[in-house]
């Protein structure tokens, strides 16, 4: 059938270059919690970390093994897999990542770049510009708007003591801003 969708990007290599480019890139997600790559290579290393992560939750003989088998470190990510990121997303349905795109990083290619993060965690981007809208409106007195609410909202909901977190951001952001 012509035009059909393919199961997943080809990402102009063969299988073991491809497999071995997403093990590094999720190798490199769950070490950093924020990589910066191509969107491509960002959707599809979101799917295997997704995977990942599902397979954490479960946390049995079978999964494990399946996690070995996604990083190129597992003796020295697996604590942090098994431990920190299955309690952190316990909760959570799904969407344990976010890909954000942001501008070409190479003006000779223009290629279309991404960062990769996971959410709830120290360097997500989403906290941190929602904090900054929220000092912004406050020192402007202004009421905040509806998409300010519903990030304080989402950036709040599953990580433990969000309200509390957020408050800190903010704070510290209106600090450097003074």
Same mark, same amino acid.
């Given at each position: 059938?012509?035009?059909?969708?393919?199961? $997943?990007?080809?990402?102009?290599?063969?299988?073991?270059?491809?497999?071995?480019?997403?093990?590094?890139?999720?190798?490199?997600?769950?070490?950093?919690?924020?990589?910066?790559?191509?969107?491509?290579?960002?959707?599809?290393?979101?799917?295997?970390?997704?995977?990942?992560?599902?397979?954490?939750?479960?946390?049995?003989?079978?999964?494990?093994?399946?996690?070995?088998?996604?990083?190129?470190?597992?003796?020295?990510?697996?604590?942090?897999?098994?431990?920190?990121?299955?309690?952190? $997303?316990?909760?959570?349905?799904?969407?344990?990542?976010?890909?954000?795109?942001?501008?070409?990083?190479?003006? $000779?290619?223009?290629?279309?770049?991404?960062?990769?993060?996971?959410?709830?965690?120290?360097?997500?981007?989403?906290?941190?510009?929602?904090?900054?809208?929220?000092?912004?409106?406050?020192?402007?007195?202004?009421?905040?708007?509806?998409?300010?609410?519903?990030?304080?909202?989402?950036?709040?909901?599953?990580?433990?003591?969000?309200?509390?977190?957020?408050?800190?951001?903010?704070?510290?952001?209106?600090?450097?801003?003074?």
């Amino acid at each position: 059938m012509a035009g059909g969708g393919t199961a $997943y990007r080809h990402l102009g290599r063969d299988s073991a270059h491809r497999q071995a480019l997403l093990r590094n890139l999720v190798t490199s997600l769950i070490r950093d919690e924020s990589i910066q790559t191509t969107w491509p290579k960002a959707k599809e290393a979101q799917r295997m970390a997704e995977k990942l992560i599902t397979l954490a939750k479960k946390n049995n003989e079978t999964s494990r093994r399946k996690i070995q088998g996604m990083l190129f470190t597992p003796q020295e990510l697996m604590p942090k897999v098994l431990g920190e990121l299955r309690e952190r $997303y316990a909760d959570r349905a799904g969407g344990c990542t976010r890909v954000l795109r942001t501008e070409p990083k190479d003006t $000779y290619s223009q290629a279309p770049s991404a960062i990769l993060e996971l959410v709830d965690g120290p360097k997500d981007m989403r906290f941190a510009v929602t904090a900054a809208a929220v000092a912004r409106d406050r020192r402007m007195g202004v009421e905040h708007s509806r998409l300010t609410l519903k990030n304080v909202d989402k950036v709040t909901r599953y990580r433990p003591g969000g309200k509390q977190a957020l408050e800190d951001m903010v704070k510290r952001v209106s600090k450097l801003a003074l």
